[in-house]
């Protein structure tokens, strides 16, 4: 089995592959410059065609960082191009049947959870990496989600300490809301990939993290 790789606490970034590649890329390198403690790339192509040339783009700058970059949803596309792990946006049995053989290429997983407890229940039997909360805020980037209940927060934090991240609509101005919360770190698309200097952004975002947990 080989040896799994690690997601540590902080920010946690999303890139979403359908923006305009030249922008996407330009703010990715100033991003990966602050060190996120992982990379998502969204299951948002335009067209399959360019999944190939955009991740091997994108493995290129992160090349020398050590930053773990997962795949949204596609656990072949993480295996066919040498990823770090793959993020699940729901636990099919699909997926479900996938993890052994993903934790043997020691694959980082994670799954998106919500209100249901069953579901994160099942998550936590399946031994994955982490849990990534979604939406703690209404978000134009997580307008699929229903809003998280805190208190499932704190019920499954009781129960695992399992990696937690919060995402959907966390901003520098609400992340002071979630204190109240025993988390690991926040997920961020647009707060940092629409900022000018997204490299700064992600510094603000760990600073206050940072400042929160004191």
Known sequence: MKKPAKINSGIYLVIDPSMEENQLLESLEMAVSAKPCALQIWDNFQSNDKVSSLICKIKMI??????????NNHPEWAELFGLDG?????????HLSSIPQLKQQGKIIGITVNND??????????????????????????????????ETVRKTRKQTSIPI???GGISTASIA??????????????????????????????????????
């Open 62 to 71: 992160c090349r020398d960082s050590k930053i773990p970059i997962l795949m």
């Open 86 to 94: 793959v993020h699940f946006d729901e636990l099919t049995g699909e």
């Open 117 to 150: 407890f069953e579901l994160i229940q099942k998550a936590i039997f399946a031994e994955v990496d982490y849990l990534s909360f979604c939406s703690m805020f209404p978000s134009s980037t997580a307008n699929s989600c229903d809003l998280v209940d805190f």
């Open 165 to 167: 991240f919060l995402a």
């Open 177 to 214: 809301k979630l204190q109240s919360l025993d988390f690991d770190g926040i997920a961020v698309v647009s707060g940092v990939m629409s900022a000018s200097d997204p490299g700064m952004a992600i510094s603000q975002y760990q600073q206050l993290l940072t400042d929160l947990k004191k």
